[in-house]
């Protein structure tokens, strides 16, 4: 739906994609004016016909498929109106500066400029407000509460905008950006400090000393016996009387409004965070493939590797899961001592190859390998949303308590379990260091370490969910996502070949390149197996980009540079190695090589004739002017020949001139013409 010189139009082709008309009864109804098709299609322009001049039987169909026309368009009419704001861009990022001098954050600059962005839109809509009202499926009275309401309806993933959708607050805001322009979206209270203020001196000596960590206050106890010490003496203490008990300290110290101010200090500021900060209570996905979180933590066992002086060491090693948060499911995963770029790819691999649908979201830590990944848009590429998990905010993670829920039920099965992690209280949870050192000689290696983990896995995906009593690995197979797009092999492409930097040459020889030492030697081929013969005479000595899997390199992609970037040319596979003697050539490879001959012959003739054709156009072929065109080298049938050729003897002029030389003739002495002679 869309206006039109202030009329509500649709698209013909819409009408008749969808059924709503007929080819011939669109152009019926257009023949006899029953409908008014206010612009004609031309290229690239569809037609239009007005909305108020279709008959209500079509109407009605029309209704049943998006709704009221008139009111989306009015949702979408605000969003086609915001365009970017060089002078806001330039105003919050250059011009704009706190109390203390320091520009705002980029995300808050992102936020101003985004409302100034859409209040320019909003009044572009208000200053044509008698065609603009029509637009908005109402009379002026409705302008406003149309306007809240398409304000509200903007994706806030595109526009991260701060505006209220109350209409009479919007409205509000409008006019003071009218009045103030740029400043006025700048929030009164932005980076001021705004303490607790607590008149009394006593107590604010109380809360500095209790908050302070170089002198630590071991006790309320304490507390009490210094600012009994100090009660009455100089400077403020004149007018303080000692206390009688330490609990009217304590009772300040707790009062809900006090608390706040000196807890984080006291305990660390992510205890404040879980103590006082809002928690949100969140319903988890309902079906598989909706979320996906990942996240790198240590692989909960101890193994044995040996140093450089062959000596025994005891080591540990870390894992890269990527779980369903529906299902409980484990992915993907990478066992590395690293949680980097490496880990996190294989780990997503195996995610996307057992799954074989791309997520809808995925949730990552935005710690190690992940900002490459992220600066690479692989994360974009990979899901339809990709957010990055706040910091510092475990209880948010579900893949967190899952893994703590792996690691008591599966991992500690084993006696070479190191134990969870630091903060973990219960000695249940810790390792038996005193049973590990005894046996030490007898712990696993990596490679041991690692079949067991992908035991336990598996363990993990067989037992029952808790909430559900399905098997994990059942609940993820037989559940279904319509918005889990499934995986297709340009897809893996996308997302998991690597891009060679540098440009290969094709010769007649294929296409070949080094990769980590190793050469790699690639051709294109026919259906039959056999080389691409015609496909090889038209590219040698063009260059391609090189697209390759560097977990498998049977096959490669081809592609070209252009000006619009890369495209897509021809995929080509590892050449085929026959042997060159035929005592161990297998049956298939003599059948093989006859084929490859065959098809280079009549590439050869192909391409010979095509050449013979455009001189005999022109009159330039040897024969029209009384000289002999040389045959084919090696074939001895020609399917379309031009004219008699002479007599082949080239290859045996070339033996003979070797026999010559090999019978220590010398080439001053050899004469062409007696060896020609002879033939």
């Not at 249940?428 to 290696?445: G, M, R, V, Y």
Request: aromatic share 12%; with cysteine; charged share 30%.
């Amino acid at each position: 739906m869309e206006y039109y010189n202030n009329t509500l139009c649709i698209e013909a082709a819409w009408l008749i994609e969808e059924g709503i008309f007929s080819k011939d009864n669109y152009d019926q109804l257009r023949f006899r004016n029953k409908i008014n098709v206010v612009r004609r299609a031309c290229l690239n322009t569809p037609a239009l016909v007005a909305y108020d001049s279709i008959p209500e039987r079509f109407k009605m169909q029309i209704v049943a498929k998006i709704g009221d026309p008139r009111k989306a368009a009015s949702q979408s009419e605000l969003k086609a109106r915001i365009v970017p704001d060089p002078k806001a861009l330039c105003w919050y990022r250059d011009e704009f500066t706190l109390e203390n001098g320091e520009p705002l954050p980029e995300d808050k600059q992102l936020e101003y400029r985004t409302n100034a962005e859409i209040l320019n839109a909003i009044h572009t809509i208000v200053s044509e407000r008698k065609p603009q009202a029509k637009k908005l499926n109402g009379n002026t009275k409705n302008l406003w509460p149309n306007l809240g309401k398409a304000v509200g309806e903007l994706d806030k993933t595109m526009f991260k905008h701060s505006l209220p959708v109350n209409y009479r607050r919007l409205q509000e805001k409008y006019r003071a950006y009218l009045r103030d322009g740029y400043q006025s979206l700048v929030h009164g209270g932005f980076c001021n400090k705004n303490s607790e203020k607590i008149n009394d001196m006593a107590k604010s000596w109380i809360l500095a000393r209790w908050m302070a960590m170089h002198d630590r206050a071991t006790s309320v106890q304490q507390l009490w016996c210094e600012y009994n010490a100090l009660a009455g003496s100089d400077g403020f203490w004149q007018k303080t009387k000692p206390l009688k008990s330490p609990d009217a300290i304590y009772n300040f110290l707790h009062q809900p409004e006090i608390q706040p101010i000196w807890y984080g200090h006291r305990h660390g500021e992510l205890k404040f965070k879980e103590k006082f900060i809002y928690h949100h209570k969140t319903a988890l996905p309902t079906m598989r493939d909706s979320l996906w979180y990942s996240d790198g933590t240590k692989l909960n066992y101890y193994y044995k590797d040996f140093d450089a002086n062959g000596r025994m060491v005891v080591k540990t090693t870390s894992v890269y899961e990527v779980m369903d948060v529906y299902s409980e499911c484990l992915l993907g995963y990478h066992i590395s001592d690293n949680e980097d770029y490496e880990a996190q790819y294989n780990a997503y691999r195996m995610a996307l190859e057992f799954s074989q649908h791309k997520p809808y979201q995925i949730s990552y830590d935005n710690q190690g390998g992940h900002k490459k990944l992220k600066n690479g848009d692989f994360f974009t590429r990979l899901a339809h949303l990709a957010i990055a998990t706040k910091p510092y905010n475990g209880k948010s993670k579900t893949i967190e308590n899952a893994f703590k829920r792996f690691q008591e039920g599966f991992l500690k099965k084993d006696w070479f379990f190191t134990g969870q992690n630091i903060q973990a209280k219960q000695e249940e949870s810790k390792a038996n260091l005193e049973f590990i050192n005894a046996n030490k000689h007898e712990l696993p290696t990596l490679e041991e370490i690692k079949a067991k983990y992908k035991q336990r896995r598996d363990e993990w995906m067989a037992a029952e969910h808790p909430k559900t009593g399905e098997k994990r690995i059942e609940m993820y197979r037989k559940s279904q996502n319509p918005k889990a797009v499934k995986l297709e092999l340009m897809d893996m492409v996308d997302l998991f070949w690597v891009l060679r930097e540098k440009p290969v040459k094709c010769g007649a020889w294929g296409i070949s390149f080094e990769e980590k030492k190793v050469r790699y030697d690639y051709m294109v081929n026919l259906p039959d197996g056999t080389p691409d013969m015609d496909w090889i005479v038209r590219n040698v000595n063009r260059k391609f980009r090189i697209k390759f899997d560097p977990q498998d390199f049977s096959m490669i992609y081809l592609y070209e540079d252009t000006p619009q970037g890369l495209r897509f040319i021809t995929a080509a596979e590892q050449k085929v190695e026959v042997h060159r003697g035929k005592q161990e050539q297998e049956q298939w490879e003599a059948a093989w090589l006859k084929k490859v001959e065959i098809h280079s012959n009549e590439t050869r003739e192909a391409w010979h004739e095509a050449g013979m054709d455009i001189m005999a156009a022109h009159n330039q072929l040897p024969e029209q002017h009384g000289l002999v065109t040389p045959a084919l080298k090696g074939i001895n049938k020609s399917k379309n020949k031009k004219a008699k050729q002479a007599m082949d003897n080239f290859g045996k002029i070339q033996k003979a001139m070797s026999n010559a030389v090999a019978a220590g003739v010398d080439d001053e002495d050899f004469s062409e013409k007696d060896l020609f002679r002879s033939y």
